[in-house]
């Protein structure tokens, strides 16, 4: 494999003209020189890093961070104000869905137009239909136009353009979530064969335990900013410090990162420019980890994921399970349904407070529903080294029809507003909803009445 960075992204910096009106669109238009109508803005702001071949690399962040225009500039799509992006190789892209395909042409047609775009001659492209008819299995749905397509159909044809021409670089945003799971695992497999071939991969997502499974390393962009770069799970670490706790605990958390790990992190004027606002909850929420395959390791291991996270663990989290009510293991429940969600808390330290929290979130990471002990008062208090504590949540799921992830955390609580996070195991249990009836879309199962009445 070459030693050259497959992908050399340097000093990129983005800025889009804001505008109030059309109006100030057009002023500009015929503006003299020097007058302004609009606001800068600036998407992202000095930005640089390598990929190199073989290297699958997740670029995380909160909405709006700038992870989009960066793959877009990377792609080539967008163009940076300042700075430069380097590829070495040919590049694929799996932006947003909607781009790369003509909706009016079927299917057939817009393979052919996109090899065309990736340089590939119409004979080469023959070569290849028959792998990229077999990787989208879209049957007869091949020969009708794409606007006809389900979302799901789209994703799969436009992967098996992209997959199948053997690319030096891959490009994902987020796309492959929209896929059934079944496909999702099949164009992840498929991803690890390209690495695997010397591809250098960089995905976009809000799931960090797909960049935790797939990616080597990642960046986490904040404000448009590069606020760290390094190993996948210390930025997965700093991602979640930055998403789900205050403004406090992310720069302690930071700053103890750059004191144990100093290579691994590289955090960059995060004072500055950090924003306490918007999504981020006034209390400590739960704090996601790596997800581990066993549910019940043996008693005297510690996880390998928790001893790779931590380099000093004092309590972790083991043997979780998600039950019915009538206290069987399940995955299947009913809009409704009680679910009883319960682990084991394994204390390795004496630890005056700490507090157990939950998320559940859609299959596109989008958090449904969080709660803590914290929250009704819960906390468990005084623990003691040795000591193996069982905590249970009973949540009615009233969520729509859909699949949800489940993660859990562990924080010790310092004070009121702010913790110390434990360990975390990020999408560990999945629950099915069902519900025989639709009788609501979204996530929230709100109870509705509803009905027409006669009035004349
Ligand atoms: N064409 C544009 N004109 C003006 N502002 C834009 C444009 N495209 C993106 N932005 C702004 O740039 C910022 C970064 O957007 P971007 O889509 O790259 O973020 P993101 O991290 O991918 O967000 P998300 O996670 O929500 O997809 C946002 O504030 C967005 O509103």
Redesign the pocket.
């Known amino acids: 494999m070459s030693s050259e960075p497959a992908i050399s992204v340097s000093g990129v910096s983005k800025c889009?003209e804001?505008y109030n009106s059309p109006r100030d669109r057009l002023r500009q238009f015929f503006a003299p020189s020097g007058r302004k109508y609009y606001r800068e803005?600036w998407?992202l702001r000095d930005v640089s890093f390598d990929v190199m071949p073989g290297e699958t690399i997740g670029i995380l962040?909160r909405?709006?961070?700038?992870?989009?225009?960066?793959l877009q500039i990377i792609a080539g799509t967008l163009t940076a104000t300042n700075g430069d992006v380097r590829v070495n190789g040919l590049l694929a892209a799996l932006l947003e869905l909607g781009s790369g395909f003509n909706s009016e042409f079927t299917g057939r047609e817009n393979v052919f137009l996109n090899g065309a775009v990736l340089g590939f001659s119409r004979k080469q492209m023959e070569a290849k239909f028959a792998e990229i008819q077999t990787f989208a299995d879209i049957g007869e749905h091949m020969d009708q136009p794409v606007r006809t397509y389900s979302s799901g159909m789209y994703v799969r044809l436009a992967f098996a353009v992209q997959a199948c021409v053997d690319p030096q670089v891959l490009i994902v945003d987020e796309a492959l979530s929209v896929g059934d799971e079944k496909f999702q695992r099949k164009c992840y497999e498929y991803i690890e064969g390209l690495r695997a071939r010397g591809c250098a991969i960089v995905i976009?997502t809000?799931a960090t335990s797909t960049v935790e499974k797939f990616c080597q390393r990642a960046v986490l962009?904040h404000h448009?900013r590069l606020h760290g770069i390094g190993y996948a799970n210390a930025i997965i670490d700093q991602y979640h410090a930055l998403l789900y706790s205050d403004e406090k605990a992310y720069l302690r958390y930071l700053n103890s990162e750059a004191t144990n790990d100093a290579a691994a992190i590289a955090p960059l004027d995060v004072a500055v420019d950090l924003d306490v606002g918007a999504d981020v909850p006034s209390s400590p929420e739960p704090l996601p980890a790596a997800p581990a395959d066993d549910h019940a390791p043996d008693e005297n291991v510690l996880p390998a994921a928790v001893q790779e996270t931590h380099t000093r663990l004092r309590a972790y989290i083991e043997n979780w399970s998600a039950e019915d009510a009538r206290g069987e293991r399940c995955e299947v429940f009913m809009v409704g349904e009680p679910v009883i969600v319960s682990a084991r808390v394994r204390v390795l330290d004496d630890i005056d407070e700490m507090q157990f929290g939950i998320l559940l979130r859609t299959v596109e990471g989008v958090s449904a529903f969080g709660s803590s002990t914290m929250y009704h008062n819960a906390n468990l208090k005084s623990a003691t080294r040795g000591g193996v504590y069982e905590v249970r949540f009973e949540i009615d799921l009233a969520l729509c029809e859909g699949t949800y992830f489940v993660t859990l955390a562990l924080a010790e609580a310092i004070s009121h507003a702010d913790m110390a996070y434990l360990d975390r195991k990020t999408d560990i249990i999945i629950l099915k909803v069902r519900e025989p009836r639709t009788k609501g879309t979204g996530i929230a199962a709100l109870p509705v009445s509803v009905a027409f009445t006669k009035l004349r």
Do not use: I, P
């Open positions: 889009f804001m803005f998407a962040g909405n709006g961070s700038g992870k989009s225009t960066l976009v809000h962009l448009g």
